[in-house]
């Protein structure tokens, strides 16, 4: 089955770290981009990072550039996030979403097209 | 970034009524503009891409248009599986914004 299953949200203080996780089965994992894109309670969707297919370019929101950190094992089918200095606005619904990549005069550009979901990981930033 | 701007907010339909989204951005976005549909709980689901293009396995009731800085979602005839929030989403231009959303109700 294709899917995507996201793990390791959780309660964490201000200014604590988390890392989630993202398994991947079904698909050629390696041949996609891969990002993480939240949502707080009763809010809408806020992308958060990209990774391109062999980790060749990575992008991040201004919200949690210098915080969070996105990486891929893609031995393994996994896609992470690092999350330092956590903060109450970071209380969000995370998920992970498989992105479309194109290449045009052999640059390779990732398509934010997310056209398979994780069902969500919760993380929650209180004290 | 892009501001994406979706109305109405809140739409109020029957089933069987042709529904209209509008999604307009603060700057030009080509056709790199995608829909969502996400029901409560649940991940959102890709319903169009490049502004028009149907993803394989949405019904063809679903169809989008529009370029540049004005798109529109259309729902040909609404059926009870359609009632969820609606995001348009530009990808053009780093940082990708959504829209705050478009919930279809039950009149």
Same mark, same amino acid.
């Given at each position: 089955?294709?899917?995507?299953?996201?793990?390791?949200?959780?309660?964490?203080?201000?200014?604590?770290?988390?890392?989630?996780?993202?398994?991947?089965?079904?698909?050629?994992?390696?041949?996609?981009?891969?990002?993480?894109?939240?949502?707080?309670?009763?809010?809408?969707?806020?992308?958060?990072?990209?990774?391109?297919?062999?980790?060749?370019?990575?992008?991040?929101?201004?919200?949690?550039?210098?915080?969070?950190?996105?990486?891929?094992?893609?031995?393994?089918?996994?896609?992470?996030?690092?999350?330092?200095?956590?903060?109450?606005?970071?209380?969000?619904?995370?998920?992970?979403?498989?992105?479309?990549?194109?290449?045009?005069?052999?640059?390779?550009?990732?398509?934010?097209?997310?056209?398979?979901?994780?069902?969500?990981?919760?993380?929650?930033?209180?004290? | 970034?892009?501001?994406?701007?979706?109305?109405?907010?809140?739409?109020?339909?029957?089933? @069987?009524?042709?529904? &209209?989204? =509008?999604?307009?951005?603060? +700057?030009?976005?080509?056709?790199?503009?995608?829909?969502? $549909? !996400?029901?409560?709980?649940?991940?959102?689901?890709?319903?169009?891409?490049?502004?028009?293009?149907?993803?394989?396995?949405?019904?063809?009731?679903?169809?989008?248009?529009?370029? @540049?800085?004005?798109? &529109?979602? =259309?729902?040909?005839?609404? +059926?009870?599986?359609?009632?969820?929030?609606?995001?348009? $989403? !530009?990808?053009?231009?780093?940082?990708?914004?959504?829209?705050?959303?478009?919930?279809?109700?039950?009149?």
């Amino acid at each position: 089955e294709v899917q995507l299953v996201e793990s390791g949200g959780g309660l964490v203080k201000p200014g604590g770290s988390l890392r989630l996780s993202c398994a991947a089965s079904g698909f050629t994992f390696s041949t996609y981009s891969m990002s993480w894109v939240r949502q707080a309670p009763g809010k809408g969707l806020e992308w958060v990072s990209s990774i391109s297919s062999s980790s060749t370019y990575i992008y991040y929101a201004d919200s949690v550039k210098g915080r969070f950190t996105i990486s891929r094992d893609d031995a393994q089918n996994s896609l992470s996030l690092q999350m330092n200095s956590l903060r109450a606005e970071d209380t969000a619904v995370y998920y992970c979403a498989r992105g479309r990549e194109t290449s045009h005069f052999g640059l390779l550009i990732i398509l934010g097209i997310f056209d398979l979901w994780g069902q969500g990981t919760m993380v929650t930033v209180s004290s | 970034d892009i501001q994406m701007t979706q109305s109405p907010s809140t739409l109020s339909a029957s089933v @069987g009524d042709r529904v &209209t989204i =509008t999604c307009r951005a603060s +700057q030009s976005t080509s056709t790199s503009l995608a829909w969502y $549909q !996400q029901k409560p709980g649940t991940a959102p689901k890709l319903l169009i891409y490049k502004a028009s293009s149907l993803e394989s396995g949405v019904p063809s009731r679903f169809s989008g248009s529009g370029s @540049g800085t004005e798109f &529109t979602l =259309t729902i040909s005839s609404l +059926q009870p599986d359609d009632f969820a929030t609606y995001y348009c $989403q !530009q990808y053009n231009t780093y940082p990708w914004t959504f829209g705050q959303g478009t919930k279809v109700e039950i009149k």
